[in-house]
């Protein structure tokens, strides 16, 4: 049965708990307007501070027992959206939302990898559980449907958690019906410097607003998120190492690293891009590497293992750590751009070693392949008449010998008769 149809026609506030990123801030932007339609009051609860530890989504449990307590009152109806189980520490995760929980009303929806007996955990404590994975995309339209909205009116904001996730079911969507995958790519990039711009000018920095009007005019949004995406620089001094992989040769933005990396793949139609950025906490650098996750949706034949292999031998002949997310990630602690960009070479070149490059073939020019056709099959021909004719000359010597043998055979029966 869907939320829509289990819940009260009376309810009052309806609060969203989301993630920060645009997969978060889309997808509460999208839950917004379902429940606006319905007559229902909602209010995102999207927060981020460089200073409060307890906004990072890893760190939840923090959360539910402060700031996200003291904005959503008791008795409030609460989604919580791209929100994992923390599976370092589950426990601690679900005790806080089980807590949370006692007096609100609580809704849990994701779409990341989870585990079953944590899902049964949050049921036992009285939440409701949605979970639908792993595309970024088919969750959100799927929850649509759940919550009692019309999937085709929020699909836009689907697309765009899709993108925000690099979600590889979203590119196979639009491909299969023509869309312009380059214009949801300036869109994406868009959305990122507007959010970037919010969490920018405050700390910290609220979402509510903004999500709100993405739900009431996604259009203006949009519109400005198209303007804004060239504000996302894009590397100038860049080395195709091959079809698959480039390397950034200069510095990297602080802000756009993981973006201008993006952009030189798309360049040059590579899949895996490499670079150096300045970490500007302690001021040493660090490399970063990218897969670019369209071109690998659009290219399925670039198997991951490779490229993957190629980064754990890498690793280990640095005797380095790495953190981040396997499709970004990041290696600390280089004290020059130098030694960082010598490393980042070394990098790339490995994982283009491991990337599969399909061999060329040159095909026959048009107008000649008549002429080709004709002088292969007068070749067969001449071939197969030669063999029919050395088929026909052993097939009379065969019979002339059995002639002989026959007549071989009865001068020895006359003789024996004789």
Request: charged share 25%.
């Amino acid at each position: 049965m869907s939320w829509a149809a289990i819940s009260s026609q009376t309810r009052g506030k309806v609060y969203i708990i989301g993630h920060t990123d645009l997969d978060g801030i889309a997808r509460a932007a999208a839950i917004e307007r379902i429940l606006m339609h319905q007559g229902s009051i909602a209010e995102a609860v999207i927060v981020y501070s460089r200073r409060i530890p307890s906004t990072m989504p890893n760190t939840l449990a923090e959360a539910l027992r402060s700031w996200i307590s003291e904005r959503v009152p008791p008795g409030s109806e609460v989604i919580f959206e791209d929100l994992p189980v923390d599976v370092r520490n589950p426990s601690v995760y679900i005790e806080a939302l089980a807590q949370f929980a006692r007096d609100r009303k609580v809704i849990w929806t994701d779409h990341h990898e989870t585990d079953a007996p944590y899902l049964k955990r949050m049921q036992d404590a009285g939440i409701q559980v949605l979970w639908f994975g792993p595309s970024a995309y088919e969750y959100t339209m799927a929850l649509a449907q759940w919550l009692g909205g019309n999937p085709q009116e929020i699909e836009q904001y689907a697309i765009l958690c899709g993108f925000g996730d690099r979600d590889p079911q979203v590119i196979k969507v639009l491909r299969a019906r023509g869309e312009d995958i380059s214009r949801w790519q300036r869109i994406s990039d868009g959305m990122d410097v507007l959010i970037r711009e919010i969490s920018a000018s405050s700390d910290p920095a609220d979402y509510a607003v903004f999500v709100g009007r993405f739900a009431t005019d996604p259009r203006t949004i949009i519109n400005d998120a198209i303007a804004r995406a060239d504000q996302i620089p894009e590397p100038r001094d860049v080395v195709a190492l091959s079809s698959r992989v480039v390397l950034v040769r200069e510095l990297l933005h602080e802000m756009w690293g993981p973006k201008s990396l993006e952009r030189a793949a798309l360049r040059h139609g590579a899949i895996y891009a490499v670079g150096v950025s300045r970490n500007p906490r302690d001021g040493t650098y660090q490399v970063r590497a990218i897969t670019y996750w369209v071109a690998l949706a659009e290219n399925p034949d670039a198997v991951e293992i490779g490229r993957l292999q190629a980064f754990q031998r890498f690793l280990q002949q640095e005797a380095r750590q790495v953190y981040g997310p396997p499709a970004a990630p990041v290696i600390p602690g280089y004290t020059t751009f130098e030694a960082a960009l010598s490393a980042a070479e070394r990098l790339a070149r490995m994982v283009s070693e491991s990337f599969y490059e399909p061999q060329i073939t040159h095909l026959v020019n048009d107008r000649f392949v008549a002429r080709a056709i004709s002088q292969d099959f007068g070749r067969i021909l001449q071939r197969l008449t030669e063999i029919l004719e050395n088929q026909q000359k052993m097939y009379q010597e065969y019979l002339e010998l059995k002639r002989r043998q026959v007549e071989l055979l009865e001068r020895t029966q006359r003789h024996e008769y004789d």
